[in-house]
């Protein structure tokens, strides 16, 4: 695999009873780019993150993560090597306050072991004010810092959004899967995710995006994966997939225009 | 309230009398009270949930507990203290009972509340615990008490490890039903291998135990130790509750995929609590085999296991505090109403059904220790 | 000895799929455990042995029909328990749909002891010996001695399962409620009234079980308010054995945990008797949990 890819796959499939719901897909994700996936509903773009993963173990290919073979490892192994993801049906913990939230995802930083723990040595007092304090900053990034007491299930949609994202940040990561950030928000949300996620980028974090947003996905992508039916179709930087006739097909099915709004 | 809605509920209970009735025989002319009472009570709750002054007081309250937390517990701590001197032995024991009980629920609450898994034989690690110690130090005298009381913790541990392992990879549903079948398999054991634990006779003989010079013999100066126990306990888990750990537990109760998905080893997780509760069920299981001092297969039944979990559930899933009142409540109440002892256990599983349809998260909900949260669905909106 | 054995296990293993038949039902369509149904199955036992003792009392005409009174006692108790199941269903299900896995399961154990104790303080604690009925005498053939009674059980079980099948299969009903089981949302989508899909499928496993519980009765001679228990743990575990959910599955799991039962009561210990569907239960559990013809693996996803 060539250098300077932070995720590779290779012939990646995935299969369920008969259905193909990846089929061969292998990709790579240079370092430092923001890298989008769409297509149509149904295409394999969640199955795809599912696979590379470990949520959802492929039926065959591989899965590379800066060089090492991820294919068979857990969710959790996952994201100690630094790959954290996003959920598209938001997966909040709502019994827990937004900064328990995050502190969840602070966790595979944390260094006090069980007797410490209940010993309550000092070591244990610094852990927790020290992760305490990135978590403050991780919320106060995507805006909720004021709301750090409040419990998760109150929190509205587009909130629950930005509390994916500061959990899956606070992991630390070095590639960042987002799963459609922005479905259902209005034009200014959009836009505020948008920024947010080129300041994630610049604080040299490798971000992919599955998004059906056009504006978001022509606005900030370096380079675009087109899906359709679990297949690879199309690749290519922005402009070069708008006007692709096989993406077009895909997504209208034969008509003349891209897919923009 | 419009007449469809009044004649629904008449045919309800109507239909309900009707199938009663033949268990009910004579008493059949009492029910249709009970149903008015219970009828009523409904109209009330609903009433009084949409009143603002009841719901007014209600928070109030619940406020100025919350506000004065250590003060409550250190005034709590404190009668606890002094209670044996204005109390009968009996009484003494009672306490002691509702202490031993305490530990349980406390170290269920660990499983079942803040990690969310459901166990029904749990009472098998409280077994295993008391006749490792009777084993230990009665049957065939090879240490002290004080050995013998972690290693019954140790034991029980044990026995959890290798329950777990394979059970906890199960969904909630079968590894409930595992669990049970480990406490009656334990029980069973229990009742047949004679060499070992006495068969149904059980072991009787076992010592209470000395600090030194002190011998733990009389009540009162048990119960203090017993108290010193739950008291260390209590802290500990509240400690681990306060915690990465305890955070852990709960994330994978509320969505263990999302827990993984942020690195959390779900399964090694699972395993560790599950270990503690065994433990401590261990460490609480040799307090009960001293403080009685024989112990026999009929003390480790399914009702013993429900009843525990009735403690975690009453008194707030997942709140270390709560357990302790849960178990409070469930052992020094039916003291008083001794005479209903026969209607004991059919006001348990009503309770039981009413807390889960009205109010699942206890008395206490189900913060892992009750604290003043910001629930913000009446402000900033 | 092992066609003896054999036949008895037949005979007890015919009320077993009864009353897994009522897990595997409910589970498919709520995918959850109803702990409380081995008490439908004892208050089926103790209504039967409340009928029954009734019969006494009726006018002579009547009691020469021995067998028709019986059917009748049968009748009534099973449409009385599917009434239990109905209100079960209504009062500690119901509300807690779409809660956490743990609330219903609470609920559930709550409703086992409440009715557990209510039939206790009816019934008292002590076993109820039911009055001698007919078919009791002992046949011998080619060294099997059984009973009239027992050739009863075991049709009328499978005369039982074959009726659920039929209701499953080729009624609207029952065609509903296996839509249900597959897709509760699609289900209401085309129309089908989950509420009442749910609800029928707890009376008809209710039925069943009230059926096995008089069977039982008159079988064993004895019963006590304690019998849901281990007879809910067993036929639970012949659910799972067979697949939970699938309907034949339970059918022939009930067979062969009752066959198992009595071989291993038989040729080894009848002490440990009862622990032997607990080992199965833990063996299938862990090792292939979707049981025999079950298909989706029910490990934590």
Redesign the interface.
């Known amino acids: 695999m060539t250098t300077g890819n932070i995720l590779t796959t290779d012939s990646l499939s995935v299969t369920f009873g008969g259905v193909r719901a990846l089929a061969a897909v292998s990709i790579n994700v240079k370092e430092g780019e923001i890298l989008s996936i769409i297509g149509p509903n149904g295409a394999g773009k969640t199955t795809f993150f599912n696979a590379i993963t470990g949520t959802c173990p492929p039926t065959s290919g591989q899965v590379f993560l800066a060089g090492q073979d991820i294919t068979a490892k857990s969710p959790d192994e996952v994201a100690r090597l630094r790959m954290a993801r996003s959920f598209q049906n938001l997966k909040p913990f709502p019994e827990m306050t937004l900064l328990e939230n995050v502190l969840i995802g602070r966790e595979i930083h944390m260094t006090t072991g069980i007797l410490a723990t209940i010993l309550r040595l000092p070591a244990f007092f610094a852990d927790e004010a020290e992760q305490k304090c990135r978590a403050r900053d991780l919320l106060a990034f995507v805006g909720l810092e004021h709301r750090r007491d409040h419990l998760a299930r109150n929190l509205t949609y587009g909130e629950r959004k930005m509390l994916e994202i500061a959990r899956a940040l606070a992991l630390e990561p070095t590639l960042l899967l987002l799963d459609e950030p922005v479905a259902g928000m209005n034009p200014t949300e959009t836009g505020f995710v948008m920024e947010l996620v080129q300041n994630i980028r610049r604080q040299g974090i490798t971000v992919v995006i599955i998004e059906h947003d056009m504006k978001m996905v022509m606005g900030i992508s370096d380079r675009i994966y087109v899906l359709d039916h679990g297949e690879l179709i199309a690749e290519g930087a922005p402009h070069e997939v708008r006007a692709n006739p096989a993406v077009i097909e895909a997504y209208l099915g034969g008509g003349t225009h891209a897919p923009t709004h | 309230m419009n007449g469809h809605n009044l004649r629904h509920d008449l045919f309800y209970y109507l239909?309900?009398l009707?199938?009663?009735a033949?268990?009910?025989?004579s008493h059949t002319v009492y029910v249709p009270l009970l149903f008015l009472g219970v009828w009523g009570l409904r109209r009330f709750a609903a009433f009084a949930g949409e009143n603002r002054t009841i719901t007014g007081i209600r928070e109030q309250m619940e406020s100025l507990v919350m506000a004065h937390s250590s003060l409550t517990v250190g005034s709590i701590l404190a009668i606890a203290l002094l209670l044996p001197f204005v109390s009968s032995n009996y009484l003494i024991d009672v306490l002691t009972s509702a202490i031993l009980y305490a530990i349980l629920a406390t170290a269920l609450n660990i499983t079942?509340g803040m990690t969310?898994v459901?166990v029904?034989g749990f009472i098998g690690f409280y077994a295993v615990g008391a006749y490792t110690t009777g084993i230990l130090t009665a049957k065939f005298a090879l240490c002290g008490f004080w050995i013998a009381l972690p290693l019954s913790g140790l034991a029980a541990m044990l026995c959890g490890i290798l329950l777990g392992i394979?059970?906890l990879?199960?969904?909630?549903?079968?590894l409930?039903?595992?669990t049970?079948?480990?406490g009656?398999?334990i029980r069973?054991f229990l009742t047949?291998l004679n060499a070992l634990t006495g068969g149904p006779n059980g072991i009787m003989g076992i010592k209470r135990p000395s600090f030194g010079v002190f011998a733990l013999d009389h009540p009162r100066d048990f119960y203090w130790f017993a108290l010193v126990m739950l008291s260390l306990i209590v802290l500990v888990v509240a400690r681990l509750a306060n915690s990465r750990y305890g955070r852990a537990w709960v994330a994978i109760r509320e969505n263990?995929?999302a827990a993984g998905a942020l690195g959390i080893n779900?399964f090694r997780k699972h395993l560790l609590s599950f270990s503690i509760s065994a433990f401590l069920g261990g460490i609480a299981g040799s307090l009960f085999a001293v403080k009685q001092g024989f112990i026999s297969p009929d003390s480790f039944t399914?009702y013993e296991s429900?009843l525990v979990?009735c403690m975690v559930?009453l008194g707030g899933?997942g709140n270390v505090v709560g357990s302790v009142a849960g178990a409070l409540l469930l052992i020094i109440v039916p003291e008083f109403l001794r005479e209903f002892s026969?209607?004991r256990?059919?006001v348990?599983?009503?309770?039981?059904?009413a807390f889960?349809?009205f109010r699942?998260n206890g008395l206490l909900g189900s913060r892992l220790i009750t604290e003043e949260i910001k629930d913000s669905a009446d402000d900033d909106r | 000895m092992f066609l003896q054995h054999l036949l008895n296990g037949i005979t007890i293993g015919g009320s077993y799929a009864l009353i897994a038949l009522g897990y595997t039902l409910v589970y498919g369509v709520l995918k959850?455990?109803n702990f409380a149904h081995g008490e439908i199955y004892m208050i089926g036992a103790?209504?039967g042995f409340?009928?029954i003792s009734l019969i006494p009392a009726m006018p002579p005409f009547l009691q020469g029909n021995l067998i028709l009174l019986l059917l009748a006692v049968v009748l009534v108790a099973a449409v009385?328990c599917s009434?239990?199941g109905y209100?079960l269903e209504k009062?500690?299900y119901r509300?807690?749909r779409g809660?956490?896995?743990?609330?219903?399961?609470?609920?559930a154990?709550?409703?086992?002891?409440?009715?557990?104790?209510?039939?206790m303080?009816?019934?008292g604690a002590k076993d109820r010996i039911f009055p001698q009925t007919i078919g009791m005498q002992a046949i011998t053939m080619g060294g099997v001695s059984f009973t009239l009674l027992q050739l009863v059980i075991i049709f009328s079980s499978i005369a039982l399962m074959a009726l659920i099948y039929w209701f499953i299969n080729r009624t609207r009903l029952g065609i509903a409620i296996k839509a249900t089981s597959a897709d509760p949302y699609m289900a209401s989508l085309v129309g089908i009234n989950v509420d009442t899909v749910i609800s029928v499928t707890f009376m008809a496993g209710s039925f069943l079980a009230a059926c096995a519980g008089v069977m039982i009765g008159l079988y064993y001679g004895s019963i006590n308010f304690t019998l849901g228990?281990l007879g809910g743990?067993k036929a639970?575990t012949a659910a799972?054995l067979g697949g939970i959910g699938n309907v034949p599955g339970a059918m022939i799991g009930g067979f062969l945990l009752g066959v198992i039962e009595a071989l291993g009561a038989g040729y080894f210990s009848s002490?440990?008797k009862?622990?032997y569907a607990?080992?199965i239960?833990?063996a299938v559990?862990?090792f292939r949990?979707a049981g025999l013809l079950g298909k989706g693996a029910?490990?934590?996803?």
């Open positions: 239909g309900m009707l199938i009663c033949p268990f009910l025989k079942v969310g459901l029904l394979p059970a990879r199960l969904k909630g549903d079968y409930a039903v595992v049970l079948g480990f009656e398999i069973i047949n263990e995929m779900v399914f429900v979990l559930v899933i026969l209607y256990m059919l348990f599983g009503a309770v039981m059904i889960m349809v699942p | 959850l455990i103790n209504l409340i009928l009385i009434l239990y209100y009062i500690c509300p807690l809660a956490p896995k743990l609330t219903p399961l609470i609920s154990l709550g409703a086992s002891i409440f009715l557990q104790n209510f039939v303080i009816s019934m228990y743990i639970f799972v002490e440990y009862d622990v607990f080992f239960l833990i559990l862990v949990p029910n490990e934590r996803a």
